[in-house]
């Protein structure tokens, strides 16, 4: 599957690693290009200068960034490059309104939005281990 990960912090990074690792063709973008470089060297994936250019076809894009304005940002770049039918899926902690306002917006050019915070902290995003709370399907 080809996809995008924007936002490389300490949760991102390893979240975009555990894709990586799984097969997935991964492309990165992170406001200092010095963390997408490293994650590409670590990961073998795609460093990009531009949200575009990691969106670009992308089926699914993850963001994983700051705050609500960060995440409107990133949608707005996002949207027009991804692949018909493409997901976007929001790991930020934001607001209940900002969902359902990008949602509206995704739909708006056929595409998704899903709200999906992550929990667990940056040791069990290293480790990729679920949160104890989820319990996976047999």
Not at 40 to 45: D, K, N
Not at 55 to 83: I, Y
Not at 85 to 98: E, P
């Amino acid at each position: 599957m080809k996809i995008a990960f924007i936002g490389l912090g300490v949760m991102g990074f390893p979240m975009a690693g555990h894709l990586a690792k799984a097969g997935h063709q991964v492309s990165v973008f992170n406001r200092s290009a010095e963390k997408a470089t490293r994650w590409a060297e670590t990961f073998q994936g795609r460093a990009c200068k531009t949200i575009a250019d990691a969106v670009a076809h992308a089926e699914m894009a993850f963001l994983c960034v700051g705050r609500d304005d960060d995440v409107r940002e990133v949608v707005a770049q996002a949207l027009p490059g991804m692949a018909p039918g493409g997901i976007i899926i929001d790991h930020t902690t934001t607001s209940a309104k900002l969902a359902i306002d990008m949602a509206e917006a995704a739909a708006s050019v056929g595409r998704a939005f899903v709200d999906a915070p992550v929990s667990g902290g940056a040791g069990r995003c290293r480790s990729g281990a679920a949160d104890r709370h989820v319990r996976r399907r047999a």
